[in-house]
Nanobody, 115 residues
Framework: QTELVESGGGLVQDGGSLRLSCAASRRITGINPMAWYRQAPGKEREFVAGIYPNGETKYADSVKGRFAISRDNAKRTVSLRMNSLKSEDTAVYYC?????????WGQGTQVTVSP
């Protein structure tokens, strides 16, 4: 099922910025926990940032102070602003939500940080 679609990935220089977006289908209703994960080649998928129905946010230690997650419930979108990007941020970034006790994932968007 394609319930989440990510966009905004691309190639950026070390120290640059990107803004990722995730759009939820109309089948995903209500206000649900949303998160960004990433997966680099040869590595396990890891949590990056989350935002919850009460507005609380959480970040992986590796991105604290550099990334910011936000949501627009009316537009059913979630964004991830990434600043001061490093080579270790290179990965496929995935949007995730939990809706009615099931996890839904987007197909991912590639972020590549080059020296």
């Amino acid at each position: 099922q394609t319930e989440l679609v990510e966009s905004g990935g691309g190639l950026v220089q070390d120290g640059g910025s990107l803004r990722l977006s995730c759009a939820a289908s109309r089948r995903i209703t209500g206000i649900n926990p949303m998160a960004w994960y990433r997966q680099a080649p040869g590595k396990e998928r890891e949590f990056v940032a989350g935002i919850y129905p009460n507005g609380e946010t959480k970040y992986a230690d590796s991105v604290k102070g550099r990334f910011a997650i936000s949501r627009d419930n009316a537009k059913r979108t979630v964004s991830l602003r990434m600043n001061s990007l490093k080579s270790e941020d290179t990965a496929v970034y995935y949007c995730k939500t939990n809706f009615r006790a099931r996890d839904y994932w987007g197909q991912g968007t590639q972020v590549t940080v080059s020296p």
